[in-house]
């Protein structure tokens, strides 16, 4: 069988089997995205396997696999950003800060608290609190788009304090590795201050005047799909440059392209056809990835008791820092609760990190495993609990409702 007729028959199995986990996991009255979570883990290393069977003997369908993925992510949180409009995020500017930043603190002191429990290296505890401190929305974008309450008080509030925590993680990871290599921390972090900055000023500057006067000159053009080739290329270069010049995450990029788009005449024909290509295709493949990127058969006996407490410390870090930050900025006590319980998940972002504190030699093997398993379990319950904390919000209407009546 050729490479390219393997690709076509994993990416069937991949779809079909995404779908079915989605259908299944609503029946259940559960987010779709948990079944297409629980589909990844049944098709990898944690169980089936599924890339390493005879038939598909191509190394490179996995690259690509994580490539179409990565897309998937990009399309995701592109779709998250037009639903909104920059003023409403401007307007829970106050919740986003303070559930940002408390939402990092803690889990780091958190982090570093367990590894000199079990007797980390002092950089090696360091490392596994900013691996904790980091959070991927992505999931509970999702959750929330299904749930009909990204446009509330506390999606708005999450997406913005998910672009503080990204800033904050990032400039404590690049200032923490800058001074583990003997390199000039002053000089270094402001070097990173100043790429933020100049990532930041540039798209909102582009998106407010240099945008608007694309897409009225390509709408009118005989071009098929212009203005949705056009949301592709900007949501691509924004990527490339949080990445590039801002020294952030590519779905910063891309939300903030969704952002930019929100203010646009065509916003109802690209949130069909943006949708209808991510939810068709690149989504389903992002969250089964996240599943076929894990080997729970790699964690050791000797790890289990430090997932466990990786595990806490990552839950309760960011349920109680982010959830603290939304209650201090105005938000009721449900409201803060779902907010953290939003900021749980670590997704793709937490692979990543933990990949970069093992390519640094600072994680070891048993350590790297236990953080994995802290990063799919936490990707895996954040629906869980986001649909239990909404649920009483309906409750609490519910019996409001009859009260008044």
């Given at each position: 069988?050729?490479?390219?007729?393997?690709?076509?028959?994993?990416?069937?199995?991949?779809?079909?089997?995404?779908?079915?986990?989605?259908?299944?996991?609503?029946?259940?009255?559960?987010?779709?995205?948990?079944?297409?979570?629980?589909?990844?883990?049944?098709?990898?290393?944690?169980?089936?396997?599924?890339?390493?069977?005879?038939?598909?003997?191509?190394?490179?369908?996995?690259?690509?696999?994580?490539?179409?993925?990565?897309?998937?992510?990009?399309?995701?949180?592109?779709?998250?950003?037009?639903?909104?409009?920059?003023?409403?995020?401007?307007?829970?500017?106050?919740?986003?800060?303070?559930?940002?930043?408390?939402?990092?603190?803690?889990?780091?002191?958190?982090?570093?608290?367990?590894?000199?429990?079990?007797?980390?290296?002092?950089?090696?505890?360091?490392?596994?609190?900013?691996?904790?401190?980091?959070?991927?929305?992505?999931?509970?974008?999702?959750?929330?788009?299904?749930?009909?309450?990204?446009?509330?008080?506390?999606?708005?509030?999450?997406?913005?304090?998910?672009?503080?925590?990204?800033?904050?993680?990032?400039?404590?990871?690049?200032?923490?590795?800058?001074?583990?290599?003997?390199?000039?921390?002053?000089?270094?972090?402001?070097?990173?201050?100043?790429?933020?900055?100049a990532f930041l000023v540039l798209s909102i500057l582009f998106g407010s005047y240099g945008l608007p006067r694309l897409v009225r000159l390509i709408s009118p053009l005989l071009i098929s799909q212009g203005i949705i080739t056009l949301a592709l290329v900007v949501m691509f270069l924004y990527g490339f440059a949080a990445e590039l010049l801002g020294g952030m995450a590519a779905i910063t990029g891309s939300f903030l392209a969704g952002l930019m788009f929100s203010r646009s005449p065509e916003k109802e024909r690209l949130e069909r056809g943006i949708s209808a290509l991510a939810y068709s295709f690149f989504v389903p493949i992002f969250f089964v990835n996240i599943g076929l990127a894990v080997n729970v058969r790699e964690l050791g006996a000797g790890a289990v008791w430090l997932l466990f407490a990786i595990l806490a410390a990552a839950v309760l870090g960011k349920l109680f820092g982010a959830g603290l930050g939304a209650r201090l900025a105005g938000f009721s006590w449900l409201e803060s609760a779902q907010l953290g319980a939003g900021m749980v998940s670590r997704g793709e972002v937490g692979l990543i990190l933990a990949s970069v504190g093992l390519n640094e030699g600072l994680m070891t093997a048993n350590e790297f495993s236990a953080v994995i398993g802290m990063v799919i379990i936490s990707t895996i319950i954040t629906p869980l609990l986001l649909r239990f904390l909404f649920s009483k919000t309906k409750s609490s209407k519910v019996i409001h409702s009859s009260l008044s009546d």
């Open positions: 069988m050729t490479p390219f007729l393997q690709l076509l028959l994993f990416l069937s199995i991949i779809l079909v089997l995404a779908k079915l986990g989605g259908f299944v996991s609503s029946s259940f009255r559960q987010p779709s995205v948990l079944g297409e979570l629980l589909v990844g883990l049944l098709l990898g290393p944690s169980l089936l396997n599924i890339l390493h069977l005879p038939i598909f003997d191509n190394p490179n369908i996995e690259w690509i696999i994580e490539s179409l993925a990565e897309i998937g992510v990009l399309l995701l949180m592109f779709v998250a950003g037009l639903e909104l409009h920059l003023s409403e995020l401007a307007r829970n500017s106050k919740v986003s800060a303070f559930a940002g930043v408390l939402g990092v603190l803690l889990p780091i002191g958190l982090g570093w608290g367990v590894g000199m429990a079990f007797g980390f290296q002092t950089s090696h505890a360091l490392f596994l609190g900013l691996a904790l401190g980091a959070t991927s929305v992505s999931i509970s974008a999702q959750t929330l788009i299904e749930l009909k309450a990204l446009r509330s008080r506390v999606g708005l509030g999450l997406l913005g304090a998910a672009v503080f925590d990204d800033i904050l993680v990032i400039l404590l990871l690049s200032s923490f590795l800058a001074l583990q290599v003997g390199g000039s921390g002053l000089i270094e972090v402001l070097w990173i201050l100043a790429r933020m900055a």
